[in-house]
């Protein structure tokens, strides 16, 4: 079964800190993995692409990172800030399977 | 990129009542795609609408509750048909970008509240 699975389900942590979210993923075959930003109320926000030769990518304070053989990625956010605050999903493209987001919190 | 309007927001409605969904974009795409997401959850898919032919529902959904109307390459329309409480969602289309590895565009969504 297609599935991608995300961790920690939620976050809090302060505001300057480092975290890193997990993403696990059964899908096959495999097209490219992408993580978004949800805001409350909002549409989600493309952060990075990564297609199945990519194991990095970075957009500002935003890095993923892909393993292909294990089937996991990471996002890792530096520096948070308190607009950060957000859910991030974890999507694999080929066929659109949604991971269940982790909710972010950044604390002052 | 690509900007996203839906209507309406949002919506309050009767249990039986069917609503229609409006997403317009401001360029032409071939794909446009429907989402729902549930409270506290991620989103599905529900349907992609290709203009001038048949949408392609996902597993769970049908045409009969979940019409859509593909009339030219910028706007699409999603109805929820005979609508009960469990289709309270927030409703969401989306385009692609050309090309495996180019970006996917999210519309505000719709928050349908069914009473």
């Known amino acids: 079964k297609n599935q991608v699975e995300q961790s920690p389900q939620s976050l809090i942590i302060l505001e300057g800190k480092n975290c890193t979210l997990q993403?696990?993923?059964?899908?096959?075959?495999?097209?490219?993995l992408r993580w978004y930003k949800q805001d409350t109320g909002r549409g989600p926000v493309s952060l990075t692409i990564?297609?199945?030769?990519?194991n990095t990518k970075s957009n500002g304070r935003y890095t993923a990172t892909l393993d292909a053989d294990t089937k996991q990625s990471s996002l890792h956010i530096t520096a948070s800030q308190l607009s950060d605050s957000a859910s991030y999903i974890c999507?694999?493209?080929?066929?659109?399977?949604f991971g269940t987001g982790t909710r972010l919190k950044v604390l002052a | 990129s690509a900007v996203i309007s839906q209507k309406p927001s949002r919506d309050i409605c009767q249990r039986g009542t069917s609503l229609t969904i409006q997403c317009q974009v401001d360029s032409q795409v071939t794909m446009m795609f429907w989402y729902r997401q549930q409270p506290g959850q991620s989103l599905t898919l529900i349907a992609t609408?290709?203009?001038?032919?048949?949408?392609?529902?996902e597993s769970g959904f049908v045409i009969d509750k979940f019409p859509i109307s593909r009339p030219n390459l910028t706007f699409s329309t999603l109805t929820v048909s005979n609508m009960s409480p469990e289709d309270s969602s927030i409703y969401l289309c989306?385009?692609?970008?050309?090309?495996?590895?180019?970006?996917?565009?999210f519309g505000p969504g719709t928050r349908l509240t069914v009473l």
């Open positions: 993403c696990n993923y059964t899908v096959s075959p495999f097209s490219n």
């Open positions: 989306s385009v692609e970008g050309a090309g495996r590895t180019d970006t996917q565009y």
């Open positions: 990564m297609t199945f030769s990519e």
């Open positions: 999507v694999v493209s080929f066929g659109h399977i």
């Open positions: 609408a290709n203009q001038g032919s048949e949408a392609t529902y």
